[in-house]
């Protein structure tokens, strides 16, 4: 069973928005540091986001500050990633991950091998 499945994404013109969703199974994701990360093509994955319910900390990347944002519902075990004001510059496939550490650091949020378990992608498209 795949600890997370992704839905969302698809084609969207500059200016809009796109809400990415990652339902975990089996995984307390609550107690655990939980990224968002995206790889364009010919490029290496990059953390755009990491949250932690246990200090309430977030680190978000330069590049998509002030744009996109991270929510989860415990309830419904689902992550969710808010992504507005898209560029083409963000067309990627975008990744959630939860990571086997229980916080973000500054150290930690945007390398891949810290983190345990990977949705499956979702892919984003921003063009006119």
């Known amino acids: 069973q795949v600890p997370l499945v992704q839905s969302g994404g698809g084609s969207v013109q500059p200016g809009g928005s796109l809400r990415l969703s990652c339902t975990a199974s089996?995984?307390?994701?609550?107690?655990?540091?939980v990224g968002w990360f995206r790889q364009a093509p010919g490029k290496e994955r990059e953390g755009i986001l990491c949250?932690?319910?246990?200090?309430?900390?977030?680190y978000v990347a330069t590049s998509v500050k002030d744009r996109f944002t991270a929510s989860r519902d415990s309830t419904k075990m689902t992550l969710f990633l808010q992504m507005n004001n898209l560029t083409p510059e963000d067309t990627a496939t975008y990744y959630c991950a939860v990571s086997h550490y229980s916080h973000c650091s500054q150290d930690m949020w945007t390398q891949v091998d810290k983190y345990k378990y990977w949705g499956q992608g979702t892919q984003v498209a921003v063009s006119s």
């Open positions: 089996g995984l307390r994701f609550n107690v655990a540091a």
């Open positions: 949250n932690s319910d246990f200090d309430d900390t977030t």
